[in-house]
């Protein structure tokens, strides 16, 4: 199916663990973006990627990491989860600076 | 500091009553401001963006915005709300200032009552 989708749609695991979400675009757009979403904090941007093999942090970056290997594909990782990545997390993308951000339907994270 | 500031964290219309969300901006640069909307459970659709031109926007749903310069707002209106209008609403701001990244506000949550 067209679009952007995210998986796994909900996950729990432990604090200290390794986690990776994944996000998949079939519209070949070259920005893709990763966000936080948090009660009170609207959305944060964690990292964001103009093309494969180019990355960049966000505002809120810290115990997370991406990779973009291709243009469909922005993994992200948590490397040793902590409580306070609890959060719903959104991959979104973007044809060409500034247009329209099309999102996935995120993916529900706790962290115990 | 880019910013967006969204001073009402809920509000309660009845069906059929006119709707209007504040949002402020704070941004260095030509703006570019967008509205989506948040269903439960669900990811963010847009409903409108500004770019350039008339000030006044049309978007999905029904929805207008009116960009107003002056004031650093970005006011998203509906004339007549409907029950399934009810979602959270977050306006965003984005630019060649932020190298076109979206600063997002805290979102307004609607609730619609019967």
């Known amino acids: 199916d067209a679009g952007i989708t995210q998986s796994p749609r909900y996950k729990i695991t432990e604090t200290g663990r390794q986690v990776t979400l994944m996000c998949h675009q079939t519209?070949?757009?070259?920005?893709m973006f990763w966000y936080r979403q948090d009660l009170g904090h609207g959305l944060r941007l964690i990292y964001y990627?103009?093309?494969?093999?180019?990355?960049d942090k966000g505002e809120v970056s810290d115990g997370y990491v991406v990779s973009r290997s291709k243009t469909e594909n922005f993994p992200l990782t948590l490397e040793s989860a902590t409580r306070s990545q609890t959060s719903v997390y959104f991959c979104?993308?973007?044809?060409?600076?500034?247009?329209?951000?099309?999102f996935g339907p995120g993916t529900r994270l706790t962290v115990l | 500091a880019q910013s967006v500031t969204q001073p009402d964290i809920h509000i309660t219309v009845s069906e059929g009553a006119s709707l209007e969300l504040r949002c402020n901006y704070s941004?260095?640069?030509?703006?570019?401001l967008f509205w989506y909307v948040q269903s439960p459970g669900q990811g963010l659709q847009l409903l409108l963006k500004?770019?350039?031109?008339?000030?006044l926007v049309q978007g999905i749903k029904g929805f207008e915005a009116e960009f107003k310069r002056s004031q650093s707002s970005f006011n998203l209106r509906k004339p007549s709300v409907h029950w399934s209008d009810a979602a959270e609403y977050f306006c965003?701001?984005?630019?060649?200032?932020?190298?076109?990244?979206?600063?997002f506000g805290s979102g307004t949550r609607l609730l619609v009552r019967p």
């Open positions: 979104a993308s973007s044809e060409i600076r500034v247009n329209e951000q099309f």
């Open positions: 519209w070949s757009h070259s920005y």
């Open positions: 990627s103009a093309a494969a093999d180019i990355t």
């Open positions: 941004y260095g640069a030509t703006p570019y």
């Open positions: 500004y770019f350039s031109g008339d000030t």
């Open positions: 965003a701001v984005g630019g060649m200032d932020s190298s076109y990244k979206l600063i």
